[in-house]
């Protein structure tokens, strides 16, 4: 069965310092994984998705098959970064249902 | 587009009485997903319908728990005789095909 782990409860960084939320996930064929954002008092919404290989806001997530990670990355951290972060795994088939992991709560302080 | 819709946002009920949660997923999107996250947890995949059929209910727990999305109308998840074990935050996704999800607000769930 696939499983994603999200290893930091919380994580708290200072504006302007990088900020990396690990990933890791368990799944015997190829996965899609993606990344959704919660902010407070919105809802989750998608951040990026590993097959578009694209920045958002600033965040970058690399696939590593090797260490069936995949953990997402910014360089220099926002105030308005402050959020819960969800990793979810998308392991094929017709369903399209999402295996999320219990997510990060990053909070950047000024 | 108002985005996908539930109501209500929160719902208190006492233990053995029901709950319906109700989503309206985006126009166009014909594909509805359910979703519980239980306190410090992840959501958790319960059930994928499309208009009149339930296609995957394989996260849905065997008893109490049902889910429809008829051809009009909103789809329901409705919990029968709820315990305090069912208190929980219950999230609803649309999509058009099968590709993004897009979330609803969430229907936050107490059980007295």
């Known amino acids: 069965a696939q499983r994603v782990t999200q290893p930091e409860k919380l994580l708290s960084v200072f504006k302007g310092a990088p900020v990396e939320l690990k990933c890791n996930y368990s799944?015997?064929?190829?996965?899609?994984l993606f990344w959704y954002v919660q902010y407070s008092r919105q809802r989750l919404q998608l951040l990026l998705r590993?097959?578009s290989r694209e920045s958002i806001k600033g965040f970058t997530a690399d696939l590593n098959k090797g260490e069936t990670s995949f953990h997402l990355k910014k360089p220099f951290a926002q105030e308005e970064d402050s959020a819960m972060y969800y990793c979810?795994?998308?392991?094929?088939?017709?369903?399209?249902?999402?295996?999320f992991g219990k997510g990060t709560l990053l909070t950047v302080n000024p | 587009n108002a985005g996908v819709m539930q109501n209500p946002r929160h719902l208190v009920r006492r233990r053995g009485q029901e709950a319906r949660l109700r989503c309206s997923p985006m126009?166009?999107?014909?594909?509805v997903y359910w979703y519980r996250q239980l306190p410090e947890e992840g959501l958790k995949f319960m059930v994928y319908?499309?208009?009149?059929?339930?296609?995957?209910e394989s996260g849905m727990p065997k008893e109490r728990f049902s889910a429809e999305f008829p051809k009009e109308g909103p789809s329901i998840l409705r919990i029968q005789q709820v315990v305090r074990g069912d208190s929980a935050a219950y999230f609803c996704?649309?999509?058009?095909?099968?590709?993004?999800?897009?979330f609803g607000p969430g229907t936050r769930l107490t059980v007295l």
């Open positions: 126009k166009g999107h014909s594909h």
């Open positions: 319908l499309q208009k009149e059929n339930i296609i995957d």
């Open positions: 590993h097959i």
């Open positions: 799944y015997s064929g190829s996965p899609e």
């Open positions: 979810a795994l998308y392991s094929g088939g017709s369903n399209y249902k999402l295996t």
């Open positions: 996704a649309s999509s058009p095909i099968l590709n993004e999800q897009f």
